[in-house]
């Protein structure tokens, strides 16, 4: 008799025109032959048709250079995050994001990938705006970090009979809160029991540090609670914070004649 024949097909399409299809055929040629299956999958590509970017997309590109050493080529294998995408910076330091929605982004590098003795000399998570049609470009370079570290000291009194009121040493604060602030970006952390606290793998700018006073005793003052510190590429800042608890009273006992009376007179 005649043979069996069953077939089915599905077709995708996909951007800028291409085509992914797939086709299975089953056929039995008679009555005592089981089927045979025929698989087929076909990707088309338009020759003759230009490639280009897909409509309603922009993208993002750039470089990421040494900052002390410019005429060497950028650095290589960055890795590079635009809001959960991922670029890798290739041999010339150069990343590109392609077909990138419109709209604002936040740009991140992970630290690890530019090693333990570079940091950007930028801000960043940086704010980047993309536009449909056009490349946006964000050039920054990787620089040796700087450095700022402290002590916050408490003044200490004396009431030794010997050596009498006054002043006599230093020592460290309860743990008070320091911040250092740059261009958005923040650092927080207490200081030790010794009163230190450093900030480390600061990009260079003007920070400011401010040392809350909330954490002090009753009526103690602080010095000065404000720095603003320029900070440099490979270099350290230092502070120091004085803390003077309040004036002591000095106990006075007061002197006099003690007269007896007689008894009967």
Not at 32 to 60: A, K, M, Q, W
Not at 133 to 143: H, K, L, P, R
Not at 153 to 167: A, E, K, N, P, Y
Not at 196 to 212: E, N
Request: glycine residues 12%; hydrophobic residues 35%; contains cysteine.
């Amino acid at each position: 008799g005649r043979p069996d024949e069953f077939a089915a097909s599905a077709g995708y399409t996909l951007p800028w025109e291409h085509t992914l299809s797939g086709e299975m055929r089953w056929m039995r040629l008679d009555d005592v032959s089981g089927y045979e299956t025929d698989l087929r999958v076909t990707y088309e590509i338009p020759f003759g048709t230009p490639i280009s970017p897909r409509g309603g997309v922009g993208s993002l590109s750039g470089t990421v250079s040494y900052a002390e050493e410019p005429g060497l080529s950028g650095l290589p294998d960055v890795v590079l995050t635009l809001n959960g995408l991922t670029a890798v910076t290739d041999s010339r330091g150069e990343y590109v994001f392609r077909s990138v929605p419109p709209g604002e982004y936040h740009l991140t590098v992970d630290q690890a990938s530019v090693g333990p003795d570079r940091v950007p000399s930028v801000a960043l998570p940086g704010r980047i705006l993309v536009i449909e049609g056009e490349e946006s470009i964000f050039n920054f370079d990787v620089t040796r970090p700087g450095r700022i570290c402290g002590t916050v000291l408490v003044d200490v009194w004396s009431d030794d009979v010997d050596t009498g009121w006054g002043i006599t040493g230093s020592g460290g604060p309860p743990a008070l809160l320091v911040e250092a602030s740059c261009d958005g970006q923040v650092r927080k952390q207490l200081t030790d029991s010794e009163g230190r606290f450093s900030f480390d793998r600061l990009p260079p700018g003007r920070w400011k540090v401010t040392v809350a006073t909330d954490g002090l005793r009753r009526l103690h003052t602080i010095d000065r609670d404000t720095f603003i510190i320029d900070v440099r590429s490979g270099t350290t800042e230092r502070i120091e914070v004085s803390v003077t608890p309040p004036a002591q009273t000095i106990p006075i006992i007061d002197t006099g004649d003690i007269r007896l009376s007689g008894i009967g007179n």
